[in-house]
């Protein structure tokens, strides 16, 4: 019986790979949801023990959606080197296909991918078994972020490779056809952990939060609060030479996980927003990740909501924390990525002293309000994923989709919620319960014709 509560309770990994068709649906599936709803997950294989969350190897979770029905469910794990026990260090150096490939899953150029920061991408079939791993056509030499960025405008993929040594931050952008068009070194970043960046109409936005390498911690991920990092924000120009003409501006001490947006507002300063943690939250989940003695909460129940609002002529930035809600895994309507939005989502977490619950939240930007969705006792909601409804005119008109951990009936389900409501429209029961994640996407049956 094991301690380690990432191995514990909603995030049990499941022990086998399994396929059902016809699942059981309640309510009405809209039409337009045709497609494929991919979650990626740590799960290591039975008998091994990572040490540390981010350790486990990775299995994605698939539902296919078509017509209004709830074709298949499958799982499987994405077959790397590391999924065999190969170490990511060698004598020669970092192995960068010996990936967990357990933090993400995109799709670009008609390409399945699911993400590791420190590796590089494996390519997944459209049933979810594994292709190898993509380098894109050997262009790619350094890790790529788990968290790249797609512009809705001109379909390029912006991504980063990021290292505990120099180079410490490589820039590349992608373009529409899944060819690099463009990579460079960025001046002035350091070994701070970097595992999201956002994306603006006409720049790139990196974050150093205020941890950083730590060759000292030994759970296989090296990285540690140090007072002594300063945190800042990198403004790059979007553009061949951009990163010759990167700005970097000092912020208060905490660490941003994910961003949930970042724009130009209509004075030309930049906005971003994102949950951040202190000192004191990011060791919370620090101990919760690496199953540390005496850790008494899970994670992200300190991390609340900041915006930063960066003045490029003043050379200043003002900041705020502007919900006391504990919250991760923001989102919103990518149509908007980069531009300025009203509507964002968020997974709701119970505080360090465990009040609270788990829901799935939406912001309204312009008044203020914050609405709730309560998913029930003992459930666990996955990061909420938009998806535009037919014909859809306002911001919010589309769905949610989420898939829940329930522990009293050891089950799991897709949840497809009103996105202007957050009103629950259908739910598709799955054959298992599905261990909790970390990130997904939703893969239009469109976006797969490419190929």
């Not at 209004?68 to 190969?86: I, K, M, Q, S």
């Not at 390029?156 to 068009?181: C, K, Q, R, T």
């Not at 660490?255 to 930049?270: F, P, T």
């Not at 927003?273 to 620090?286: K, M, Y």
Request: contains cysteine.
């Amino acid at each position: 019986m094991t301690s380690k509560p990432y191995l514990t309770g909603h995030y049990t990994p499941v022990a086998d790979e399994i396929s059902a068709t016809g699942l059981r649906t309640e309510g009405t599936l809209p039409p337009e949801l045709t497609g494929r709803l991919i979650r990626n997950s740590h799960n290591p294989k039975p008998g091994v023990t990572p040490a540390h969350w981010f350790k486990g190897s990775g299995m994605v979770h698939g539902i296919r959606l078509r017509d209004g029905r709830a074709e298949w469910y499958r799982n499987r794990w994405v077959r790397t080197p590391a999924l065999d026990g190969a170490p990511y260090m060698t004598d020669d150096g970092p192995d960068m296909t010996a990936s967990t490939a357990g933090t993400h899953v995109i799709e670009h150029a008609g390409r399945l991918l699911a993400l590791c920061e420190a590796n590089f991408p494996f390519e997944l079939t459209p049933d979810l078994d594994t292709v190898g791993v993509h380098d894109f056509g050997g262009k790619l030499r350094s890790a790529m972020t788990a968290h790249p960025k797609t512009d809705p405008v001109t379909g390029e993929l912006h991504f980063f490779g990021s290292s505990p040594f120099p180079p410490f931050l490589i820039h590349h952008v992608a373009d529409a056809e899944g060819e690099i068009v463009h990579s460079a070194e960025v001046p002035g970043a350091t070994a701070s952990l970097k595992h999201d960046f956002a994306l603006t109409r006409h720049h790139v936005v990196f974050i150093e939060g205020t941890v950083t390498f730590d060759p000292t911690e030994h759970s296989g991920i090296p990285y540690g609060w140090n007072d002594d990092q300063p945190a800042r924000i990198g403004v790059m120009p979007r553009g061949p030479r951009g990163a010759e003409r990167i700005r970097w501006f000092s912020i208060e001490p905490g660490n941003m996980l994910h961003a949930a947006n970042a724009y130009e507002d209509d004075q030309g300063r930049i906005v971003l927003e994102g949950p951040t943690v202190d000192r004191e939250g990011f060791q919370l989940s620090w101990n919760w990740w690496v199953g540390a003695p005496g850790r008494g909460t899970e994670p992200n129940t300190r991390s609340f909501t900041r915006r930063w609002i960066i003045d490029l002529a003043q050379g200043s930035v003002d900041e705020q924390i502007i919900d006391d809600l504990a919250v991760e895994f923001p989102t919103l309507n990518e149509d908007f990525l980069g531009t300025e939005h009203r509507y964002q989502y968020a997974v709701s977490f119970p505080d360090q002293d465990g009040y609270g619950g788990y829901g799935i939240v939406k912001y309204d930007r312009t008044t203020g309000a914050r609405r709730i969705h309560q998913v029930g006792d003992a459930r666990l909601p996955s990061e909420a994923v938009f998806v535009p409804a037919a014909g859809a005119t306002r911001e919010d008109d589309g769905y949610l989709l989420t898939v829940t951990s329930d522990l009293k009936q050891d089950a799991s389900a897709l949840l497809v919620l009103d996105a202007s409501g957050l009103d629950r429209i259908a739910t598709v029961h799955l054959p298992r319960r599905v261990t909790a994640g970390i990130h997904g996407s939703w893969i239009p049956d469109t976006a797969l014709d490419r190929n």
